[in-house]
């Protein structure tokens, strides 16, 4: 089964850019649904971005639209979020999900479609 472990996270202030990346290991994930999922304390888990890495479908959280990019490596072996004009209601533990063999799905941001998940990383955006 697929293994993912994230990296990346910290602390920054308002208005400046993270790199997260969440490395698969132990399956392929050359046809496969990935996404990037935050859940700051007390409130529901968030859709944040996903996509599909074979037929490159990406979807983004209204929220993050114009700001955060979703990607891979050419491998298909690591995925990435680039996260640009920070805001402090960035603020969160992200977490990386994926379903490998993803020949069905009907929301990339709905985290019941992913049944692997990472441990996650902390984001801390201060004002």
């Known amino acids: 089964q697929v293994h993912l472990v994230e990296s990346g996270g910290g602390s920054v202030q308002a208005g400046g850019s993270l790199r997260l990346s969440c490395t698969a290991s132990?399956?392929?994930?050359?046809?496969?649904?990935m996404g990037w999922f935050r859940q700051a304390p007390g409130l529901e888990r968030e859709g944040v971005a996903g996509?599909?890495?074979?037929?490159?479908?990406?979807e983004y959280a209204d929220s993050v639209k114009g700001r955060f990019t979703i990607s891979t490596d050419t491998s298909k072996t690591t995925l990435y979020l680039q996260m640009q004009s920070l805001k402090a209601e960035d603020t969160a533990m992200y977490y990386c999900?994926?379903?490998?063999?993803?020949?069905?799905?009907?929301?990339?941001?709905?985290?019941?479609?992913?049944?692997?998940w990472g441990q996650g990383t902390q984001v801390t955006v201060s004002s």
């Open positions: 996509m599909h890495t074979g037929e490159g479908i990406i």
């Open positions: 132990g399956y392929s994930v050359s046809w496969a649904c």
């Open positions: 999900a994926a379903k490998t063999d993803c020949y069905f799905f009907s929301d990339l941001l709905d985290g019941r479609e992913f049944p692997r």
